[in-house]
């Protein structure tokens, strides 16, 4: 069934917010070498960029205009939304970038493959993190030169709050503010809303939406856009459709 034809008033009645529109950042190059990329950059690989063009025509073809976009800080992520929004001929003034929709910080764990990670830090360390919600990560030195707190990017962000190494607790916590004030006010305004990040942001945030649930991104396919719609009146998950796939709704 397309996007546009999904009924936006759920079972039961209840009033949606909506479309909101999100997309995991293309492959880059760091996911094609299985490296841990986090906060450093790594640009789209080529297939990245085809990922992007392929999201932008999906939304296209579900009539879909997005009034406002959002993205994180990093390369990998604005090129994502440069893509999809050219393709889309929308002006460059729509997208915003904040830090807040960065990837989870992975600490020591920066810039390393998995069997790196082990040899260096142990197993038990890295399997705590990749698979817990609360265990941060082995912790980047703030000395290290690729602590954000000498990236000029975050010049504007307080120093306290820049981090050396994130959980996924951590990464929803960074998340919420924004989410809970820019989002929500302007799909309560109407608008229809494209935020392209990252993977862990994407999972964290529609399982918290879901209500502590699974994330649909963990059993649906990962780089496509996926249309959300949010209860009116408690601002959680009320239907949730990978564009080009059966619509799904969460349990309850």
Same mark, same amino acid.
């Given at each position: ?25 293309? &492959? +880059? @190059?760091?996911?094609?070498?299985? #490296?841990? !990329? *986090?906060?450093?950059?790594?640009? $789209?690989?080529?297939?990245?960029? =085809? ?19 959002? &993205? +994180? @800080?990093?390369?990998?992520?604005? #090129?994502? !939304? *440069?893509?999809?929004?050219?393709? $889309?001929?929308?002006?460059?003034? =729509? ?27 142990? #197993? ?129």
């Amino acid at each position: 069934m397309p996007t546009s034809e999904v009924d936006p008033v759920p079972p039961g009645g209840t009033p949606t917010l909506g479309p909101l529109l999100l997309l995991r950042h293309g &492959t +880059s @190059r760091a996911n094609i070498e299985g #490296r841990v !990329a *986090g906060w450093q950059d790594s640009p $789209l690989a080529p297939e990245g960029e =085809r990922d992007a063009r392929r999201a932008a025509g999906a939304i296209r073809a579900a009539g879909l205009a997005p009034d406002t976009v959002y &993205t +994180s @800080r990093l390369t990998r992520s604005q #090129r994502t !939304a *440069g893509i999809v929004t050219t393709v $889309l001929g929308l002006p460059p003034d =729509r997208v915003r970038a904040t830090w807040r929709l960065n990837e989870r910080h992975a600490g020591a764990f920066e810039g390393l493959t998995r069997d790196e990670m082990t040899v260096r830090f142990g #197993r038990d360390p890295v399997r705590s993190w990749r698979r817990g919600y609360d265990a941060p990560p082995v912790p980047m030195d703030r000395d290290d030169p690729r602590h954000p707190v000498h990236d000029p990017r975050y010049d504007d962000v307080p120093r306290d709050l820049l981090p050396s190494g994130e959980s996924a607790a951590d990464v929803l916590a960074r998340v919420l503010p924004f989410w809970t004030t820019v989002v929500h006010g302007d799909l309560a305004a109407g608008r229809t809303v494209l935020v392209v990040t990252h993977d862990r942001v994407l999972r964290v945030l529609l399982a918290h939406l879901a209500g502590g649930g699974v994330s649909p991104l963990d059993d649906g396919p990962g780089r496509v856009p996926w249309v959300v719609s949010l209860r009116a009146d408690d601002l959680t998950l009320a239907g949730c459709t990978a564009l080009g796939q059966a619509p799904t709704r969460p349990a309850g």
